[in-house]
């Protein structure tokens, strides 16, 4: 959540303020994650009247959604090269993320951000004095902003709680950050209590935002109603199914009939019929599938739709399809991967700002964050055939390095135009 002021102290008393605010934004966020876990509200769902039937089924196209998103836009490692010829001054940097296993933290991010609209990242320093990274629930946090255009980081909250061992009691807990320190508080009845505080060391407010795109909506938000209606319709359709084999069997002219004459009748399943009127069929529910089946299938087609997310269980995904083939079909899901993507660089060049504040104070290593290179690849399947058909026909027109960039599987061409190199020697 994020927050414009023009507060220019933050206090107690406004921390407490803001906290009241934050409750829609977290009952929100938590019915996001909820559906993402396959906790959907059909699980909430009353039998019919006199009916014993009660089929809740969850067909978890959330989790689907986001899986796919995620991902195609960062399934493949960010990588990061400098503007410059000075690779050496990418070492400090590049150590900090292998110590914190970068690539993993990121697909956490982006699935946070996928799910609620926004995720968080939070640096500090361990016991060793070294820079680690760690992605906070989005739920737990407000960002302040001053109330200029630039909208600049003023102020963090973070709003946790700690569960007991009988996971339902908990204590709560506040912790403010500004750009020199972090305040601690105890939460309790609307009040907060100060625990202690301590410095930081980043020089500017050590939190940094992944927004999922401009207005902050996560990537299945806009569907749920639609994957509502397919879980009720799915669920009811197995009510119904249910209620067809429960059926009554209706015996004319027998009215004399007892209760033991129906268990025979089960057990020989034999029908001994008296009279010209007399006869027995079945009290079921005429069901129209085709149109049932057709309602589910009008959902399912807006679900995918309006997420942008394709069906990869189409049948247009079938057979030995061309990259550019391809690349039409996940056209929407490119839309949003590129917006993702625009989000995603602004904050990796935040925190690589805020890390270059504490190199610098621990003099090891001078780096600026605007001559960093950082480098998104799609994680699309790729036809390397006709990739190396296309390089081999531009062989002589564009660099080598150029060339070798566009092979799929190779991750840094200057090395590999270096082993080349190396090798005619």
Known sequence: MRIQTNLQKIGEQEISKILRAHDADFRRKRKLKRYFTGQHDILNKAPRENSDVNNRLVSNYPAYITSMSVGFFIGQPVTYKTASENEHELAPLLEIFK???????????AEEASITGEAFEFLYLD???EIRMVTVPSEEVIV???ATLEAAIIGAIR???VYGLDQVSYDEFVDFYDASEIRHYRYSGGRLVKTGSERHYFGDVPIIEYPNNK???GDFEDVISLVDAYNLAQSLTLDDLADFTDAFLILRGMGGTTPEDVLQLRRMKTLLLDGADAGAEWLIKNLNDTYVENVKTRIQRDIHKFSNIPDMSDDSFAGNTSGVAIKYKLIGLEQIRSRKEREFKKALQRRIELIANILKLKNAGEIDFRDIDIQFTANIPANVLEQAQI???LDGLISRKTLLGLLPF????AAELAELEGDGE
């Open 215 to 217: 207005q902050r909506r």
């Open 144 to 146: 302040l902003c001053d």
């Open 410 to 413: 190779v991750t840094d061409a």
């Open 99 to 109: 110590y914190n296993d970068e690539a993993a933290h990121n697909l956490e991010l």
């Open 127 to 129: 016991s060793d004095a």
């Open 391 to 393: 390089v081999s026909q």
């Open 159 to 161: 709003h946790y709680r």
